[in-house]
């Protein structure tokens, strides 16, 4: 993780933990932060989680996560009960290392690394957890492309039809989620 995006994290953590006026102290943070209850039910988000999901969460219905819909890198659908905060509750410990799509309302697309980080108080109680995203687009936009051309080589050197039917597909995929991030 990044040595600023760890320090905003802690921050969160901090006036999460400090109680009063932790909304004023969240909304001041650059990076998207969000939180969920023991269930996953959505409880607050700043201001650049909103903007970075391009839309504004809903109290009482939005569960796991504050984005539209969510992809994999390989561009398959993640329900929001499997993505990465869902299984921070589920295991009760950090989920780190994971890469996902946002896909917006209009459409546009967004990389992320999710950082869900269970909280418990004092009895050792899982009483929710915070998530902060950390926009990997334009990082994510070279990897696919890089992988796209990986799969079109192989594909031009391969002389079965079926496999190179397949890699080119797979390139064509990556290539338009990378095309897709660096819009």
């Given at each position: 993780?990044?040595?600023?995006?760890?320090?905003?994290?802690?921050?969160?953590?901090?006036?999460?933990?400090?109680?009063?006026?932790?909304?004023?102290?969240?909304?001041?943070?650059?990076?998207?932060?969000?939180t969920v209850d023991a269930n996953g039910a959505v409880t607050y988000w700043n201001r650049a989680c909103a903007e970075f999901a391009g839309?504004?969460?809903?109290?009482?219905?939005?569960r796991w996560c504050v984005?539209?819909?969510?992809?994999?890198?390989?561009?398959e659908r993640l329900p929001h009960n499997q993505c990465p905060m869902a299984q921070a509750i589920r295991e009760k410990r950090e989920v780190r290392g994971a890469v996902a799509i946002a896909m917006r309302p209009d459409g546009s697309r967004r990389a992320f690394t999710p950082y869900p980080t269970p909280l418990f108080d004092d009895a050792g109680n899982l009483t929710g957890t915070i998530n902060m995203l950390v926009d990997v687009s334009a990082e994510q936009a070279d990897v696919l492309a890089d992988?796209?051309?990986?799969?079109?080589?192989?594909?031009?050197?391969?002389?079965?039809?079926?496999?190179?039917?397949v890699l080119s597909a797979m390139a064509d995929a990556f290539a338009k989620t990378a095309a897709d991030l660096g819009d």
């Open positions: 993780m990044h040595h600023k995006a760890e320090q905003y994290l802690e921050t969160a953590i901090d006036a999460l933990a400090s109680g009063k006026g932790y909304h004023a102290q969240l909304d001041q943070l650059p990076v998207p932060i969000y839309r504004e969460p809903q109290l009482g219905q939005d984005t539209w819909k969510i992809y994999t890198t390989g561009g992988q796209a051309r990986r799969c079109r080589r192989l594909a031009d050197a391969t002389y079965d039809r079926q496999i190179c039917g």
